[in-house]
């Protein structure tokens, strides 16, 4: 190699490494800036929840969610959650939200039926569709669609964000043997499942979940619902009540729902849309599980160690109970031109999935129960 060579060779070096030196000096400023930036660049919602401060399962699932979203956009967008009373009220929900007074809620949609029947398709109706069977309709039945019109003509975009699963039947202060003993009963059932017990000679109300509580133990209610085990058990209705009835006819699968503003939905970015979509997707899924998990550990402690008392209602009340249940589902479903739609579909989906149901996840059951030694 020539002296000339040999100091090209060198220049180029070190050229090289003053380049790579550079490209490394660079990325370590971008590394340092781009935290702040984020963080300068982030946007924070306010979600109001109809769940009591910290309450398992439902008041976990709306902070979950809201984990969820803050970690898939690395932070970019957080969600401050408000537990039912800290900012509005438990059934106040949907009309700070449908106003802008808060950006997005957790809540069961079938709180808000008196917007207009069509919501109660949307949570759960009177022996219509299990978790699974819903969203499945909601999924690949047209169910979101219908959705996404009845919500928005309060400016709010909905979709599942949870699911409790099948609910019992619940908790009474006396046993139910006949239809008589419906009559004069002082329950709280919200929704259609509560019209259904409204035309048996039930006085009916709705109360917010902390309310249910002291309404039963100073007899202002003979018998409430709420979820099932898990739920109930945090509540302690085992102290006001020793009877636990089982199925419950009123709520087969109910979805909790993510309701968001609509302009605050259009102005978020199609990933941003897209990851509160899965995030809310994964929470449903997560919740369902955790509810069945929890709930058999539920029952076993009610029953062992609070001396509970299980009761199964009678095959010909439930079968007086779902006559008027479809009475009522229809009659709900007739309101309106678009309720007439959402009932349309969701009664198709039903008739269409159930038989399939019954040679499949009701024929494994019935198998599975045959007393063989496994």
């Known amino acids: 190699m020539t002296k000339r060579s040999s100091q090209q060779a060198s220049d180029n070096l070190l050229s090289r490494r003053r380049i790579l030196t550079g490209a ?13 930036a984020i963080a300068q660049g982030g946007r924070e919602l306010k979600m109001v929840t109809a769940w009591p401060p910290n309450f398992p399962g439902l008041g976990s699932a709306a902070t979950r969610v809201a984990q969820r979203i803050s970690d898939m956009t690395d ?6 959650v408000y537990a039912a009373g800290e900012l509005v009220g438990a059934l106040e929900t949907f009309d700070a939200v449908s106003t802008g007074a808060a950006d997005m809620y957790h809540a069961a949609d079938y709180y808000f039926q008196g917007k207009n029947p069509g919501f109660n398709f949307f949570t759960s109706v009177p022996f219509g569709l299990n978790a699974a069977e819903f969203n499945a309709w909601i999924y690949h039945g047209g169910g979101q669609a219908l959705w996404d019109e009845l919500s928005g003509q309060f400016g709010i975009k909905a979709m599942p964000c949870a699911n409790s699963g099948v609910q019992m039947g619940g908790w009474f202060n006396k046993e139910i043997n006949t239809l008589e003993d419906f009559k004069g009963l002082k329950m709280r059932m919200p929704g259609l499942g509560g019209e259904v017990l409204r035309r048996l000679g039930a006085n009916v109300l709705t109360l917010a979940g902390s ?3 002291p309404a039963l133990q100073n007899g202002t ?3 409430t ?5 898990w739920n109930d058990l945090a509540f302690g209705f085992h102290r006001a009540a020793k009877f636990y009835y089982w199925p419950g006819f009123h709520e087969p699968g109910a979805c909790l729902s993510l309701g968001i503003n609509r302009s605050v939905w259009d102005s978020l970015s199609n990933r941003e849309r897209a990851i509160i979509n899965s995030a809310a997707q994964a929470e449903d899924s997560f919740t369902l599980a955790e509810f069945n998990a929890q709930n058999a550990n539920a029952l076993k402690a009610l029953l062992n160690e609070h001396g509970v008392q299980l009761r199964k209602m009678p095959d010909d009340v439930m079968r007086e109970i779902g006559r008027i249940s479809g009475e009522v589902v229809r009659e709900a479903g007739q309101t309106d031109d678009l309720t007439r739609r959402i009932y349309d ?3 198709s989906f039903r008739s269409n999935v159930m038989g399939y149901m019954e040679i499949s996840e009701e024929g494994y059951a019935a198998a599975r129960r045959l007393g063989f030694a496994y």
């Open 75 to 80: 932070g970019q967008l957080t969600i401050k």
């Open 211 to 213: 309310d249910i509580f």
């Open 24 to 36: 490394a000096a660079g990325a370590a400023a971008a590394a340092t800036l781009s935290a702040p």
């Open 345 to 347: 579909s969701f009664m």
């Open 225 to 229: 619902e709420w979820v099932g085990p």
């Open 221 to 223: 209610i003979d018998a």
